[in-house]
């Protein structure tokens, strides 16, 4: 079984920082693309960002300039550090990865973490 874990969400106030990380565990034979989604109450969730195995990285337009996304392949862990926090990112965050586990190594399937609460006030 494959496994997402997050860490880092609270409460912050405007114009602060958050760092989130995630960790994936389990029966993992490669993992490709990491990313972290977002959901606030009433919305749709999307994508805030996303980095390929190879360190290429894509942001939602809401967010350049001030989320940063990074991974350690050897541990596999993702993160994201969020600076100039604003209202608007208030929601749940979620971490997504496309893995292929031990055993179905030539497919790939999609795994989501709990989500952690990020809020920020004005």
């Known amino acids: 079984q494959v496994q997402l874990v997050e860490s880092g969400g609270g409460l912050v106030q405007f114009g602060g920082s958050l760092r989130l990380s995630c960790a994936a565990s389990?029966?993992?034979?490669?993992?490709?693309?990491m990313g972290w989604y977002r959901q606030a109450p009433g919305k749709q969730r999307e994508l805030v960002a996303l980095?390929?195995?190879?360190?290429?990285?894509n942001y939602a337009d809401s967010v350049k300039g001030r989320f940063t996304i990074s991974r350690d392949n050897a541990k596999n862990t993702v993160s994201l550090q969020m600076n100039s926090l604003k209202p608007e990112d208030t929601a749940v965050y979620y971490c997504?990865?496309?893995?292929?586990?031990?055993?179905?190594?030539?497919?790939?399937?999609?795994?989501w973490g709990q989500g952690t609460q990020v809020t920020v006030s004005s």
């Open positions: 997504n990865a496309r893995i292929s586990p031990t055993g179905r190594r030539w497919s790939e399937y999609d795994y």
């Open positions: 389990g029966s993992i034979f490669s993992i490709n693309a």
């Open positions: 980095i390929t195995s190879g360190g290429t990285t």
